[in-house]
Structure formats: structure tokens, C-alpha cells
């Protein structure tokens, strides 16, 4: 999910608007979507090895989505140069790809979207590349894809949003991880960026009330050191203030009366 400063969704806490409620059509567009993007994640899964650099990675996944018969979520967006956002080792979200190579013992986070009937779908999975060694990045990885699930799991009607954060947040903590605070998964649908925002941390029984219909962008950022952020000069990549280590997975879902479906399922 691109951009950087005051704006939405992830960035930066903002005045909240009605939360829409998706008709049965407008859910079968963001299916179509979560389709393309959960293809998307296991075609970038395994281009994610050593010697390729993130520039190529941005062009691969650009002209996957277009093969499927989507539009790119992210380019021009924002002014948003590229289709997707790739973050490396201390790069929290939002890096822009450049030529920089990966090699044996990075982790990257690839944030990518795609639009179908003019209906969004948004994920992000981190990575290793290579071989890494280290079992506290290993460990990193594994408690933030398991802290995404968790929160998915409170996206039931009756919960709370407050309930999602709070569920992520325990997670990490308890695993000795800290919480981004500043930026934050959203409602998604029309816009890549809808009402409410949903932060990584929180109380539970607090926020918005979840309701049937409702679509969410689930994407807890921790950080293995402490929480801050800084933002490069190049106003877009976002990495940790004390340069420890990142991971980022997101889903787009959908809140059924039988609870949450992951729309971004990722597909072989």
C-alpha cells in the first residue's frame, strides 16, 4: 500500500469515515482481485532468491498482474512509481525498488495489489532469501505470519476492531517483539484505503463494532528491536529508527457471518 506523510490507510492515524458494507457483487469483484493477488504472492515467493534485485521483482509482478487481466493497485497511486513495494532487512514498508541484489541472508517484504471491476486486493508476505541463519529473524518471520492469522481470526461479526489490534500485539510482545504504531491496515474495497483503521495493538472490546460484509486489510508490521520509525530521504521507504530488522505479512478479507474469509489465499 504506497505513499508516505499524512495521508491514509497505513500511513498515518486520520479521521475515520462510515465503514461501507460490500453487496454480493462488489464481494465477487474483490474476490476476483484476491485471486490475482494470491497468485501473485506465490509467483514472487519464488522469484525472491539470491542475484535478483528489486527492480526486477517490481517488473515481474507488474506484468504478472497485467497477464491476469488486472490493473496494478499501487503504481501512480500517490505518485507511486512502482507495482510493488519491496523492503529489506531494516526496511519496515514502502521501499521502493531500485538495483539492489538480494543475497543469501536478507529478508524482503513485497507489498502488492491488484484491481478487478474496479475492486482492490491487497497482501504482503516477508521472505528469506537464501539461506538465513539467524533464529531470531527465523523466529521473527514465524511470529508475525502467525500474529496476521491471529488477528484475521477476531474479524467476526460482533468483535471489535480494538479486538484485531489487541490480538497481534499480545502475540508479538510475548515473543519479545515490538509493534509498529505509526502506520496501520485499513478497510478496503472502491478504494484501495477505506474506513476503519486497523492498528497492529489496542484493547480489546474498543473500536469500531465488525460487522457482516465488512472488507479489511489485515497487516501487522513488528520489528525485532524497538517500534520507531524513520522515513528515507526519499520520502517513501520506511525503515526502523534503530536499523533492527522488519517483517510485514498482510491479507485482504472478508468478514462473513461464519467469520473471516482470506480473499488473497496464496495460490501455486
Known amino acids: 500500500m504506497p505513499g508516505s506523510g499524512p495521508l491514509v490507510g ?3 492515524h486520520r479521521k475515520e469515515q462510515m465503514i461501507t458494507i460490500k453487496n454480493e457483487r462488489e464481494i465477487e469483484s474483490m474476490k ?17 532468491q ?13 506484468q504478472f498482474i497485467l497477464d491476469q487481466g488486472a490493473i496494478p493497485a499501487f503504481k501512480g497511486l500517490y505518485g507511486c512509481p512502482a507495482t510493488i513495494l519491496t523492503s529489506v532487512n531494516d526496511e519496515i514498508v514502502h521501499g521502493l525498488p531500485n538495483n539492489r541484489k538480494l543475497k543469501s541472508g536478507d529478508i524482503i517484504s513485497m507489498d502488492m495489489g491488484a484491481i478487478v471491476d474496479g475492486f482492490y486486493a491487497d497482501a504482503a508476505i516477508t521472505v528469506a532469501v537464501g539461506e538465513v541463519q539467524d533464529p531470531i529473524v527465523l523466529k521473527l518471520l514465524e511470529v508475525t505470519r502467525e500474529s496476521l ?11 471489535r476492531i480494538g479486538d484485531i489490534g489487541h490480538a497481534v500485539q499480545t502475540h508479538c510482545e510475548q515473543h519479545g517483539f515490538s ?3 505509526e502506520y496501520v491496515g485499513h478497510g478496503i474495497g472502491r478504494a484501495l484505503h477505506e474506513s476503519p483503521q486497523i492498528p497492529n495493538y489496542g484493547d480489546p472490546g474498543t473500536g469500531p463494532l465488525i460487522k457482516a460484509n465488512m472488507t479489511f486489510a489485515i497487516e501487522p508490521m513488528i520489528n525485532i528491536g524497538r517500534p520507531e520509525t524513520k522515513t528515507m530521504a526519499n520520502k517513501w521507504t520506511v525503515v ?3 536499523r533492527s530488522w ?10 462473513t457471518e461464519e467469520g473471516p474469509v482470506i480473499l488473497t489465499r496464496e495460490e501455486a
Request: net charge positive; proline share 3%.
Open 179 to 181: 509493534v509498529v504504531r
Open 240 to 242: 526502523t529508527r534503530d
Open 50 to 62: 539470491p542475484g535478483i534485485s528489486t527492480k526486477e521483482i517490481d517488473a515481474l509482478g507488474e
Open 246 to 255: 522488519s517483517a510485514h505479512f498482510e491479507h485482504t478479507i472478508w468478514v
Open 32 to 48: 476476483a482481485a484476491g485471486r490475482v493477488v494470491g497468485k501473485l504472492l506465490a509467483f514472487l515467493r519464488k522469484q525472491a
Open 10 to 12: 497505513r500511513f498515518r
Open 149 to 159: 492469522m491471529l488477528g484475521i481470526d477476531q474479524a467476526r461479526p460482533g468483535k
